[in-house]
């Protein structure tokens, strides 16, 4: 494969390209691994001014209904929009529905968008494990609104919010009953949390819903510098289309605060250091699977903590151990040159 032209093709906005180049980050061979590797460093542009958006809701609340409609309305404006939607995998199986792009059908065809689902591979958190290089490569074909769509199991509201410039937390009507029954960690990390069906009959009931969230955000810790009135609840409705524009003008609001204050460009620095770091303990934990050696120590010594012969953290510690023989064990003097 040409990296080289797969990356010219890409910066020119080919929505093939770019299919092409998320299908090999997220392969697992090594070959593909290192092409991968290439191709996000021929892509690398700090400079670019996208909005990363994570987006998460329990199933059945109208997640794809909601982007379909915000993403038609961002399009309108003249945006270009890249919807990453997160797909849960079988666990038993690893099989994966994958039907955000058919509950997307109008999105998916207007040229200015770009929709590319994904299984979670039973990833934690349900974020599948290249997100963040998606994400990149979606920057790099010219999609200035990147929305990042999570399975909602649990985990996932954290995992997302941790790539991402702004975490929306789409409800359904109804839930200002179920308070007590929302975790406090989820509703401390959203910037915006919408609630969606404001139509119909359950209109009213939408926005009973939104006011018993927005009393309840005020009873939180509001984030050190973030304006007086974030986080914030809205009712929107993805059908009818109302309410989209005040909630897109509530994301950009924030978003330009922090940009202004400077949060913005220390959350980013602070998201590449986290995936830096776990990237090398993939690195790590893919070097241990793939040497025959560490494998076979590996599985041994699981098979000894599974069976009560040994305390997980006694094996863990003998396999560094081991580890650190078959690469050398030897300490590399980078006082000179840490690169």
């Given at each position: ?10 910066r020119?906005?080919?929505r ?16 593909h ?6 191709l ?30 915000f ?8 945006h ?26 109008r ?23 290249r997100?963040?290089?998606a994400?990149?490569?979606c ?30 937390l ?18 401390e ?17 939408a ?20 304006p ?8 929107v ?17 924030l978003?330009t ?44 010594l ?15 510690d ?17 006082s000179?040159?840490p690169?």
């Amino acid at each position: 494969m040409d990296i080289a032209d797969l990356a010219t093709r890409l910066r020119s906005g080919n929505r093939r390209a770019l299919a092409r180049g998320i299908t090999l980050i997220e392969s697992h061979r090594p070959d593909h691994r290192a092409q991968a590797t290439e191709l996000l460093e021929r892509l690398a542009d700090p400079s670019r001014q996208t909005l990363r958006i994570g987006l998460s809701g329990t199933p059945g609340v109208g997640k794809s209904t909601f982007i379909e409609a915000f993403g038609q309305t961002l399009i309108a404006e003249g945006h270009r929009v890249a919807v990453l939607a997160i797909d849960p995998s079988s666990a038993r199986s690893g099989g994966s529905i994958l039907g955000d792009k058919t509950r997307m059908e109008r999105l998916s065809r207007n040229p200015a968008a770009f929709i590319r689902p994904s299984p979670s591979q039973t990833e934690l958190g349900g974020v599948a494990r290249r997100t963040r290089e998606a994400i990149l490569l979606c920057e790099a074909a010219g999609y200035d609104a990147v929305l990042v769509e999570t399975v909602g199991v649990g985990q996932s509201e954290t995992m997302v919010a941790q790539m991402t410039d702004l975490f929306v937390l789409l409800l359904a009507p109804g839930g200002g009953d179920e308070l007590q029954g929302v975790k406090r960690g989820i509703m401390e990390i959203a910037d915006l949390i919408l609630v969606n069906k404001a139509d119909g009959a359950l209109k009213p009931q939408a926005e009973a819903t939104r006011a018993d969230y927005a009393g309840a955000l005020r009873l939180l810790r509001r984030r050190e510098g973030d304006p007086d009135d974030f986080p914030k609840a809205l009712s929107v409705s993805a059908l009818d289309q109302r309410g989209l524009d005040e909630a897109w003008e509530a994301m950009l609001a924030l978003t330009t605060h922090r940009r202004d204050s400077g949060f913005f460009v220390t959350r980013r620095a602070t998201q590449n250091r986290d995936w830096f770091e776990e990237a090398v303990l993939s690195g790590i934990l893919q070097r241990l699977r793939q040497d025959p050696a560490l494998r076979g120590s590996m599985e041994t010594l699981g098979h000894a903590v599974s069976e009560g012969q040994m305390a997980p953290g006694a094996a863990a510690d003998r396999l560094v151990e081991r580890f650190l023989a078959v690469t050398g064990g030897q300490s590399l003097d980078l006082s000179t040159n840490p690169l």
